[in-house]
């Protein structure tokens, strides 16, 4: 926040008024609801199939707060073994492979 103490403080009144009557979308699953220890943010943890769904939180209290949206995965889901290589190439062997970095290569 920025601004004066008095600013700040109304603020903070008026986004936990806002908060408080907020409701969590059905589609939506909060598993985790954190904030950062040097009081500069927080993180919400949520599932959702909705990803759009995800705007209504940020409509609503876009006037205090700032948002990054960052889409993830399970792990294993994100993991993508490495395919053993191959004598001959063909056309479409070229846009399957999708291989991840080993952290010496980063």
């Known amino acids: 926040m920025q601004g004066t103490a008095k600013q700040n403080h109304d603020d903070g009144k008026s986004i936990l008024e806002a908060f408080a009557k907020w409701q969590t979308p059905a589609d939506q699953k909060w598993s985790e609801f954190l904030s950062r220890v040097d009081g500069e943010g927080g993180f919400?943890?949520?599932e959702t199939a909705n990803?759009?769904?995800?705007?209504d939180g940020v409509s609503k209290f876009v006037t205090w707060l700032e948002f990054d949206i960052v889409p993830v995965v399970d792990i294993m889901d994100?993991?993508?073994?490495?395919?053993?290589?191959?004598s001959s190439a063909s056309p479409s062997d070229a846009t399957v492979a999708h291989r991840p970095l080993s952290r010496a290569s980063r």
């Not at 994100?78 to 191959?86: I, N």
Request: no cysteine; net charge positive.
């Open 51 to 55: 990803q759009s769904g995800l705007l």
């Open 78 to 86: 994100g993991y993508r073994p490495r395919r053993p290589a191959r």
């Open 44 to 46: 919400a943890v949520i």
